[in-house]
């Protein structure tokens, strides 16, 4: 059974770099019939895409976002990463990582997802 | 991209039929047969429930089930059941840059 597990700071000061990693166990994050992504969802608020990854190093990411996320993997690791730099109290969310199937943009398998707040 | 529009809440009795829509445009769900469908409860992470519009994941009862008609797509619960109470999200693609937008959320519940 896949499992995708978060983890980082759960607290982040504003302006600074949020830095979180996707663990993956029960599958190969070098499968090429699947992306890899990240969501997050404000307190109370519904989900947002932030940006996917593929192990050949392939990304895409949401264009409000664009200017301050990058991704990454770790194949060795079967780990991917997310950087989210210059946060705000805006960006105070539950961040999920995720398997995203190549051939019909759905999310298969979610992580159980990790509440970062930017707050000084 | 603006985010799709679904109804705040909807409600039923146990054993009722609820429908919850999904609107957007021919850009997104109008333009791709790539809606899914997403229930989450408190605290717990989202659930694929219906992919491709219409397709049932393997465990996910035969109760759920998609449909779509122009720039609407729907997920309708039938035989409601207790468990059912949660939110529901919409997602569709919408092109290359971007894949996953997401719904307003509707919120199920079972009276």
């Known amino acids: 059974q896949l499992q995708l597990q978060e983890s980082g700071p759960g607290l982040v000061k504003p302006s600074e770099t949020l830095s979180l990693t996707c663990t993956v166990s029960?599958?190969?994050?070098?499968?090429?019939?699947?992306?890899w992504g990240w969501f997050r969802q404000p307190p109370g608020k519904g989900l947002e895409w932030i940006g996917s990854?593929?192990?050949?190093?392939?990304?895409s990411y949401n264009s409000s976002l664009k200017s301050r996320v990058t991704l990454s993997i770790d194949t060795s690791k079967n780990q991917f990463s997310l950087k989210l730099t210059s946060v705000t109290a805006a960006d105070t969310a539950v961040f999920y990582c995720?398997?995203?199937?190549?051939?019909?943009?759905?999310?298969?398998?979610w992580g159980l997802g990790t509440l970062v707040t930017v707050s000084s | 991209q603006s985010a799709l529009t679904q109804p705040r809440s909807v409600s039923g009795s146990p054993g009722q039929s609820v429908t919850i829509s999904c609107t957007g445009t021919?850009?997104?769900?109008?333009?791709?047969?790539?809606v899914s469908w997403y229930q989450q409860h408190p605290g717990k992470a989202p659930k694929l429930m219906i992919s491709?519009?219409?397709e049932r994941p393997s465990g996910v009862p035969d109760r759920f089930s998609g449909s779509k008609s122009g720039n609407t797509a729907s997920l309708t619960i039938s035989g409601l059941q207790a468990e059912d109470e949660a939110d529901y999200y919409c997602?569709?693609?919408?092109?290359?840059?971007?894949?996953?937008?997401f719904g307003t959320g509707t919120k199920v519940t079972v009276l």
């Open positions: 021919s850009s997104d769900v109008g333009g791709f047969n790539y």
């Open positions: 997602c569709s693609y919408a092109g290359t840059y971007t894949p996953y937008v």
């Open positions: 990854i593929h192990y050949s190093g392939i990304t």
């Open positions: 491709d519009v219409s």
């Open positions: 995720a398997r995203l199937p190549v051939s019909n943009y759905k999310v298969d398998y």
């Open positions: 029960g599958g190969s994050i070098s499968n090429s019939i699947y992306y």
